[in-house]
């Protein structure tokens, strides 16, 4: 018989184990940010993308919404209604608590991470979002102010269009969902309710095509951040478990303990 240190641990209760998530969470976004100061080539060809490709959607600003307000139906609005919500706070609120609470229920740690992370996600996106909307103060569609108009540092929700929060929350979540099971499924089940959810603002007349663009870009990289900053501790775990053990076993002839540094 073999018994493993780690095997003889005991699992902590539910109040611990809550605890412990908490503290991987500033551990995650300590790293994130941390990484910051290792900015490259490959980190500037990205956010040029998501700023060329922002930029590329405004000419189409007006256009866009036009076509959203001139093709209203009862059957479109419960749709987007629907995808709304759920990108709202409390909508992701419910989302991200039932996933967290769910796995911790039942055991699962890949749920109950997916939930932290889908946590962590909104966390991070979220302070990029709400930093721009400040910084560009750009005019919401109902305003009628048109697609060129930024109140600069403006801190008045009607002011708050670039970019969208909506689309930025629901496209880190289900970026992290959709890493976390990497199947087909998850990506499609993950981006077809973020796509959802990030029509449904336009058509809402609260953003235009440009600010669901590059909220859906502060999302999916957001996610990507956290999902990467969560494997890089675990396999730095695993590696201190290799360089570390403990058994005993007994056999025939005794027990035999082994202890390794």
């Known amino acids: 018989m073999i018994v493993n240190a780690q095997e003889a641990e005991e699992k902590p209760g539910p109040g611990q184990t809550i605890l412990n998530d908490f503290g991987k969470v500033g551990r995650d976004l300590l790293h994130v940010f941390g990484n910051i100061k290792d900015f490259d080539s490959q980190d500037a060809l990205i956010y040029t993308g998501v700023i060329a490709g922002s ?7 007006e256009d866009f919404r036009d076509f959203m307000l001139n093709n209203r139906s009862s059957a479109a609005d419960k749709y987007f209604d629907f995808h709304n919500e759920l990108g709202s706070l409390q909508g992701m609120g419910i989302i991200v608590g039932s996933t967290y609470l769910t796995g911790l229920v039942f055991d699962s740690d890949k749920l109950r991470g997916t939930g932290r992370l889908m946590f962590e996600a909104l966390l991070l996106s979220g302070i990029y979002t709400h930093t721009l ?24 929700n009607m002011y708050y269009s670039f970019p969208s929060g909506h689309s930025t929350g629901v496209f880190s979540m289900a970026t992290v969902f959709a890493l976390r099971y990497d199947k087909w499924w998850s990506y499609a089940v993950g981006y077809s309710l973020a796509a959802g959810t990030a029509f449904a ?58 202890y390794k540094f």
């Open 55 to 61: 930029a590329a959607c405004m000419p189409f600003d």
């Open 201 to 258: 603002r336009p058509y809402k007349d609260q953003h235009w095509l440009s600010d669901i663009f590059a909220g859906a870009c502060i999302g999916t990289l957001s996610g990507i951040a956290v999902v990467k900053a969560d494997e890089y501790f675990n396999n730095k775990s695993k590696q201190d478990q290799a360089s570390k053990s403990f058994s005993f076993q007994i056999l025939p002839t005794g027990i035999n303990l082994n």
């Open 133 to 156: 909307k400040i910084t560009f103060g750009r005019s919401r569609p109902y305003n009628e102010e048109g697609a060129c108009s930024y109140k600069w540092f403006e801190t008045k």
